[in-house]
Nanobody, 115 residues
Framework: QVQLVESGGGTVQAGGSLRLSCAAS????????MGWYRQAPGKQRELVAG???????KYADSVKGRFTISRDNGKNTVYLQMNSLKPEDTAVYYC?????????WGRGTQVTVSS
């Protein structure tokens, strides 16, 4: 089992920045890809950014150039630096980790961007 705990959410004005963190614990060996997803009210959960153990990254088109995902394998932590935030970025952000074909999820952290 893998436990994921997110932190760093909050409320920010449009144009501001937030940094999310996700710490993994438990059976952390063999964790491969990690990522951030988000779900806004009435919408499906969507991928925001992902990163492999080797550091390859991918981003949703809507966040390219504004968000940066990074990973510290030594600390078993993944980060999401969010800049130039927009009201449409408002959502619950979830951390995800894949280990031996199984996905694990955190409980989520709320990000609210006011206009």
């Amino acid at each position: 089992q893998v436990q994921l705990v997110e932190s760093g959410g909050g409320t920010v004005q449009a144009g501001g920045s937030l940094r999310l963190s996700c710490a993994a614990s438990g059976s952390i060996f063999s964790i491969n890809a990690m990522g951030w997803y988000r779900q806004a009210p009435g919408k499906q959960r969507e991928l925001v950014a992902g990163i492999t153990r080797g550091g390859s990254t991918k981003y949703a088109d809507s966040v390219k150039g504004r968000f940066t995902i990074s990973r510290d394998n030594g600390k078993n932590t993944v980060y999401l630096q969010m800049n130039s935030l927009k009201p449409e970025d408002t959502a619950v952000y979830y951390c995800q980790a894949e280990r031996i074909g199984v996905d694990y999820w955190g409980r989520g952290t709320q990000v609210t961007v006011s206009s």
